[in-house]
Structures are given as structure tokens and as C-alpha cells.
């Protein structure tokens, strides 16, 4: 059984930063995709950020220049760096991975960024 488990969440003031992880565990061989999405309150789920076995990313728009994604291999985990942040970042916070052809999701990490 796969599981990802997210840590990191919080409140924090506009512009101020936070670092999400999320780790994998469980019975496979390498992880070919890793990334973050968020779902605001009467929004849709969307994607933030992901990133590649060998490390190469796409993002949305709205958090370009802000956030970085970043994967240890060896430790099968993801970390979202979140710099300059706003309250439109506010949203639960996803991690998802494609593992052994199959999809995941962490149970959600909540960020919340005061004005």
C-alpha cells in the first residue's frame, strides 16, 4: 500500500514563507512524477507544481518566481519552498505522485496566508 504523507502546513502573514514535504512510502521502485496541487474554498483542484524523476518541472502561472519544487530520490520525498507569499495562496495543499502506474494523494495540508 502507497501512502503520502504531507507535512508543513500553517498559517503564516503575507510574504511570509513556508516549506511543504511529503514523503512516499511503501512497496515500489522509483517514482516517476511528484508534485503539488492546491483547492481553494468553491474552487477546483489545480495544479502547482511537479517535477520529474529526472528533475524537470512545469508550474502554474500565479506562483512563478515564488515557489520551488524540489525531490530527494533516495528519499522519496517532495518539498514545495513557498516564498512571497499572499492570501490567494491560501488553499489546502496536495501532494501527488504516479507510482508503479497508478495515482496518489496525500490527505491535504492546510495553508493559510493572512493580509
Known amino acids: 500500500q502507497v501512502q503520502l504523507v504531507e507535512s508543513g502546513g500553517g498559517l503564516v502573514q503575507a510574504g511570509g514563507s513556508l516549506r511543504l514535504s511529503c514523503a512516499a512510502s511503501g512497496r515500489f521502485v522509483g517514482i516517476r512524477l511528484m508534485g503539488w496541487y492546491r483547492q481553494a474554498p468553491g474552487k477546483q483542484r489545480e495544479l502547482v507544481e511537479r517535477?520529474?524523476?529526472?528533475?524537470?518541472?512545469n508550474y502554474a502561472d500565479s506562483v512563478k518566481g515564488r515557489f520551488t519544487i524540489s525531490r530527494d530520490n533516495p528519499k522519496n520525498t517532495v518539498y514545495l519552498q513557498m516564498n512571497s507569499l499572499k492570501p490567494e495562496d491560501t488553499a489546502v495543499y496536495y501532494c501527488?505522485?504516479?507510482?508503479?502506474?497508478?495515482?496518489?494523494w496525500g490527505q491535504g495540508t492546510q495553508v493559510t496566508v493572512s493580509s
Open positions: 501527488n505522485a504516479y507510482i508503479n502506474g497508478l495515482e496518489y
Open positions: 517535477i520529474t524523476n529526472i528533475r524537470t518541472t
